[in-house]
């Protein structure tokens, strides 16, 4: 059994990559990371902060998750990035995701940000969301 944060990242990754609309606008495939990949050119996505709680009661043993996803836009286009964390937030908000030794309670889309990163001068936007888990 994986702990609460990698199996909502499984679940999280195995939704987008099946969408062919946030391939589209990834450039033709799903580019979500762990770390920001060597020399790729935007738009791509990796994940951010995550932070999983404990909120267990007396039914059993569950979190309380705040992650980020943040997509980097291309040159000159924070649009770009906007419309791929738009099309995750449509994706992911309320889904009924699989999470491997963990049931999802609720999956919300707490915030959408953008912003211009200081030393690239790249725009990108940022995900933020909020989940329940529970350890089945």
Not at 16 to 31: C, E, K, N, T, Y
């Given at each position: 059994?994986?702990?609460?944060?990698?199996?909502?990242?499984?679940?999280?990754?195995?939704?987008?990559?099946?969408?062919?609309?946030?391939?589209?606008?990834?450039?033709?495939?799903?580019?979500?990371?762990?770390?920001?990949?060597?020399?790729?050119?935007?738009?791509?996505?990796?994940?951010?902060?995550?932070?999983?709680?404990?909120?267990?009661?007396?039914?059993g043993e569950?979190?309380?998750?705040?992650?980020?996803?943040?997509?980097?836009?291309?040159?000159?286009?924070?649009?770009?990035?906007?419309?791929?964390?738009?099309?995750?937030?449509?994706?992911?908000?309320?889904?009924?995701l699989t999470?491997?030794?963990?049931?999802?309670?609720?999956?919300?889309?707490?915030?959408?940000?953008?912003?211009?990163?200081?030393?690239?001068?790249?725009?990108?936007?940022?995900?933020?969301?909020?989940?329940?888990?529970?350890?089945?």
């Amino acid at each position: 059994m994986s702990g609460p944060i990698l199996a909502l990242r499984a679940a999280i990754l195995a939704r987008l990559s099946a969408d062919a609309a946030l391939a589209g606008l990834m450039g033709g495939a799903v580019r979500l990371h762990d770390e920001p990949p060597r020399a790729a050119e935007p738009v791509y996505a990796v994940f951010g902060e995550a932070a999983a709680r404990d909120a267990s009661s007396d039914l059993g043993e569950g979190h309380e998750h705040a992650a980020a996803i943040v997509v980097w836009a291309k040159p000159g286009s924070a649009r770009s990035a906007l419309e791929a964390a738009e099309r995750m937030a449509e994706l992911l908000h309320d889904s009924a995701l699989t999470l491997e030794g963990h049931r999802l309670v609720f999956m919300r889309v707490a915030a959408i940000e953008s912003d211009r990163d200081d030393t690239s001068n790249l725009a990108r936007a940022t995900l933020r969301l909020r989940a329940i888990t529970e350890v089945v």
